[in-house]
């Protein structure tokens, strides 16, 4: 009887409905249009878990480190988000992604999901050795103060650790 999850493109479709289920529960995934779907990131933080199984078109089953190499493929530094994204779930918050927001990640707070609370914060994620120039700060801090929530970036060192700068405007 197959799997049923399906990968298309940069999104899992959601077939079994025990999984569905489970997913919605978890704050995992949204509903689109009729279909239930999963991004990269959640996938793959799923599949780490031992919570989701994915075929391709073909009926193929896909492992998690192709999955891994997909994302990578797909979004830019996606290893360093799904590192921030994992120790943000360890740590009890529902995140998704923010990328329509113009931010890697969103943080809800702990114990809420969408719909129930606002974003607390919109996450960007840097490597130690990435810059920022002060248009793009700008730029990222005026945002989030826009969508009426925090800013703060995670900077992913080289032996993966991860630490949280929140960057708040000052007006005097």
């Given at each position: 009887?197959?799997?049923?999850?399906?990968?298309?493109?940069?999104k899992i479709l959601v077939k079994k409905n025990k999984d569905k289920s489970l997913f919605m529960q978890k704050a995992f995934g949204e509903k689109?249009?009729?279909d239930f779907v999963l991004?990269?990131?959640?996938?793959?933080?799923?599949?780490?878990?031992?919570?989701?199984?994915?075929e391709d078109k073909t009926g193929k089953k896909i492992e998690q480190e192709e999955l891994l190499l997909i994302?990578?493929?797909?979004?830019?530094?996606?290893?360093?988000?799904y590192l921030v994204y994992s120790d943000l779930r360890e740590r009890g918050f529902v995140v998704k992604t923010g990328f329509k927001f113009g931010f890697d990640l969103r943080v809800y707070p702990k114990g809420k999901k969408p719909g129930e609370e606002h974003t607390q914060w919109v996450i960007a994620v840097k490597g130690q050795n990435d810059r920022?120039?002060?248009?793009?700060?700008?730029?990222?801090?005026?945002?989030?103060?826009?969508?009426?929530?925090?800013?703060?970036?995670?900077?992913?060192?080289?032996?993966?650790?991860?630490?949280y700068y929140e960057c708040v405007r000052i007006t005097p």
């Open positions: 009887m197959g799997i049923n999850n399906l990968l298309l493109s940069d689109n249009k009729l991004d990269l990131i959640e996938a793959h933080y799923l599949m780490e878990k031992g919570k989701l199984e994915l994302g990578e493929k797909k979004i830019k530094d996606f290893y360093k988000k920022i120039n002060f248009i793009e700060l700008s730029r990222k801090v005026r945002l989030s103060a826009n969508i009426k929530t925090k800013l703060m970036f995670a900077v992913v060192d080289s032996e993966n650790d991860i630490n």
